[in-house]
């Protein structure tokens, strides 16, 4: 069942391609699935990482980040994810490239750990919304994070609005940052871009094949 598991998370298989595999069917590969998605949500509270009240290591030995990051634990950042939705429902999903998903938001700490997870949201949904629905549960969000898609409020940090922000924009000769609001944008993408490393690299690695 963990295969098979795998292989749909990681692989992006369909089900009538797993079915043959392993001699099962349509429906018992998505009973299958299900049990180990159940079973995965039952340890998630204890597997996933506390955030901590000391000072992250990555900000401590920084003269880049500390002291004005120094309160900062962890990232929030949304990501969607390809949905299969029929029906009714199907134009709720679709995102503003039009593509169907579901508008996945993660918190990771500074060495590339989940704090949190909340999938389920339609692809429409604007990101301030999901974020109040996860801080609004009871096992919601309880850390702050940054992330330019959501707004400054208490316990959050977000750049500064209609200056250079993203990484790639300050790389190059001569580009360096021309006030102190674009060197602290400069700062707030560095220690952001943990989580789209732990998005882009670190859940690849984890359902690669040998």
Request: net charge positive.
């Amino acid at each position: 069942m963990l295969a098979m598991f795998l292989l749909v998370v990681g692989h992006n298989t369909r089900y009538c391609l797993i079915c043959k595999p392993f001699g099962r069917s349509h429906y018992n590969t998505s009973q299958n699935f299900n049990k180990v998605l159940k079973a995965l949500k039952s340890i998630a509270v204890d597997m996933m990482v506390k955030p901590g009240s000391a000072v992250p290591e990555k900000i401590r030995e920084s003269t880049r980040f500390y002291p004005s990051f120094k309160d900062c634990i962890g990232a929030i950042d949304g990501t969607h994810i390809p949905a299969m939705v029929s029906g009714q429902d199907i134009n709720s999903y679709r995102n503003r490239h039009g593509e169907i998903s579901q508008n996945v938001l993660a918190a990771c700490n500074f060495d590339l750990e989940f704090i949190y997870v909340l999938s389920g949201w339609e692809g429409s949904t604007h990101d301030s919304l999901v974020l109040i629905d996860a801080l609004s549960r009871n096992n919601g969000l309880k850390v702050p994070g940054v992330d330019g898609g959501y707004p400054n409020r208490r316990q959050f940090l977000a750049p500064f609005r209609g200056v250079r922000y993203h990484l790639q924009e300050f790389t190059g000769q001569g580009r360096h940052p021309e006030n102190a609001k674009e060197l602290f944008n400069l700062r707030h993408a560095s220690l952001r871009n943990a989580i789209e490393r732990i998005f882009g690299s670190v859940i690849l690695m984890n359902f690669q094949s040998n």
